[in-house]
């Protein structure tokens, strides 16, 4: 049978998953803006503006579907406007895969967290993917595979421009620490996720190594060769809401699911090497 992926919000990381997929898979992405659309055109992606194109052609073609589109304050966009669409055809999917966020996990002062870890969000933004995450999982017969991203680097997603035009910052939070994966690295699972499903899964998607962004940053200047910027404290530093939100959980994730049961080998298991892959990738970067 031949293999069609509805991907709802294809961007950063559903562009990755595309590329690694078989040629003669038929993927079908939305975008909001004809801008992007070209893009994905160029890309081999079928393109469709949306919201605003009627969505149902396209699920009633679709075997696999991959969902990235965020929440907002109304909910899951996807599931507002075609719930039904998909709670009648769940049977019809392969597989679904819902990108979700470790933010779910809320704030754990350091310590770790695997898949069985109660959700605890203590932002707004967690607490949205909490209830997306569910009202996905309730949808009956729908064989939905949830993968919890933490921070997304990639090429172009780097600090490595941040650090050169000097707008980089050395946040101190005592005690903070981030996990984080490369978009490759999401791609490869996500594809692998598709070749052994097992509906009502759950995976965490990181590297080996979390880590204070202090670090993260003061690698980036090493290997540019630049001064590292200085150290602020948390306490006294100027921030957005915004960027402060990002300080108010700290944890580190354990991603052993993707090893043991999709046989995944991480292509970049800590910020270091993928950071100097991203530099010899783009060395103007």
């Known amino acids: 049978m031949d293999k069609t992926l509805l991907s709802f919000g294809h961007g950063f990381s559903a562009r990755a998953v595309s590329r690694l997929l078989p ?7 939305t975008t909001r803006s004809e801008e992007k659309a070209a893009q994905l055109m160029g890309e081999g992606i079928e393109p469709r503006i949306w919201p605003g194109a009627d969505m149902i052609p396209a699920l009633n073609k679709a075997t696999h579907l991959l969902v990235s589109a965020a929440p907002n304050a109304d909910g899951d966009p996807v599931l507002r406007e075609l719930h039904g669409e ?11 895969g819902y990108l979700s966020t470790t933010g779910v996990y809320g704030d754990h002062q ?3 967290v695997d898949e069985t870890t109660a959700l605890s969000p203590s932002t707004k933004r967690g607490r949205a993917r909490v209830e997306a995450e569910a009202a996905w999982a309730a949808i009956p017969d729908l064989p939905l595979h949830i993968f919890r ?6 090429p172009g997603r780097g600090p490595f421009s941040k650090v050169r ?4 910052r050395r946040i101190i939070k005592p ?5 984080r994966i490369h978009v490759a690295d999401i791609a490869q699972i996500v594809v692998a996720s598709i070749t052994r ?3 009502g899964a759950i995976y ?12 993260v940053i003061a690698y980036a200047a090493e290997l540019l060769g630049l001064q590292i910027p200085a150290a602020e404290s948390i306490e006294t530093a100027e921030m957005s809401d915004m960027a402060r939100s990002f300080y108010a959980e700290s944890k580190k994730v354990k991603n052993d699911l993707i090893k043991t049961e999709l046989g995944v080998k991480l292509l970049f298991p800590d910020y270091r090497s993928g950071l100097r892959a991203l530099l010899a990738q783009e060395p103007g970067a």
């Not at 040629?23 to 992405?29: E, N, P, Y």
């Not at 005690?175 to 996990?179: A, M, P």
């Not at 965490?204 to 670090?215: F, G, W």
């Open 110 to 112: 350091g310590g770790w």
């Open 149 to 154: 991203l933490a921070g997304i680097y990639g």
């Open 86 to 96: 998909i709670a009648k055809r769940a049977a019809q999917f392969e597989w679904v």
């Open 23 to 29: 040629k003669d898979w038929r993927i079908i992405g």
């Open 165 to 168: 035009n000097g707008t980089a």
């Open 175 to 179: 005690n903070q620490v981030f996990s």
């Open 204 to 215: 965490n998607l990181c590297d080996d190594d979390p880590a204070p962004p202090q670090d």
């Open 197 to 199: 499903p097992r509906p």
